[in-house]
């Protein structure tokens, strides 16, 4: 299987900390992208970033990738509670398919 | 309404039914994907669609069907339902066009199966 992997499998905060997520995956892509999934929902598309890019920002999220190690990562600064669910990296490859991993689990602390 | 579309949103069923999940969107996208999604475990391809009439194996297709007749449609015919095949299945569609292609996939609220 060519699965990306997040890392952590679960992160649980405080609200207004960082969250950081980490990504790595086997095969040359065409971009990465990251998606929210809240729990019993489908998912939803946050950010999306090119094999040419090294990072890329969006209101509180910021995402990197370093092609050469095969590895990316979300960062989600001041949390709220409304950022608990699962995010998964999808890296897109040669094939314009995204590569699925199990997601890592984000739980938000009042 | 605007948006992907899945029905029914529950279904149980029994062991050799067959079984027809529906998709529908309103996006006119050239392309759309089922998904199965299994308890602590990502996303995984059943089959894509990339155009009316064109249809391709994903990652897991044995047991499955589709068809393609129309854009907007993309219906998951289950032929003889298994236990294996309970799951949350998501239907997904992106535009992927070759002068600025989107890439990213707009998800269905999914489809939750269980064969008993």
């Known amino acids: 299987s060519q699965q990306g992997e997040e890392d952590p499998q679960a992160l649980s905060i405080q609200e207004g900390e960082n969250a950081t997520m980490n990504c790595s995956y086997k095969t040359s892509i065409n971009n990465l992208q990251w998606y929210r999934q809240n729990s019993g929902r489908g998912l939803v598309h946050l950010i999306l970033?090119?094999?040419n890019e090294r990072e890329k920002h969006s209101g509180r999220l910021r995402v990197t990738l370093d092609t050469s190690k095969k590895s990316s990562s979300l960062l989600i600064t001041a949390s709220r509670a409304a950022d608990t669910a699962s995010y998964f990296c999808a890296p897109m490859d040669s094939n314009y398919q995204l590569i699925w991993g199990a997601g890592t689990k984000l739980i938000i602390k009042p | 309404d605007a948006g992907i579309t899945q029905s029914p949103r529950y279904k149980i069923t029994e062991t050799g039914r067959q079984v027809t999940l529906m998709c529908h969107q309103t996006?006119?996208?050239?392309?759309m994907f089922w998904y199965r999604q299994d308890l602590g475990h990502g996303l995984r391809l059943i089959y894509y669609s990339a155009a009316a009439d064109i249809t391709d194996k994903g990652e897991v297709p044995d047991g499955y069907v589709v068809s393609r007749s129309k854009t907007e449609n993309f219906p998951l015919t289950l032929e003889s339902a298994t236990r294996s095949q309970t799951s949350v299945y998501f239907c997904a569609s992106s535009e992927s066009g070759l002068v600025n292609p989107s890439y990213e996939q707009y998800f269905g609220p999914g489809t939750r199966l269980t064969v008993t």
């Open positions: 970033i090119r094999s």
């Open positions: 996006w006119s996208h050239s392309y």
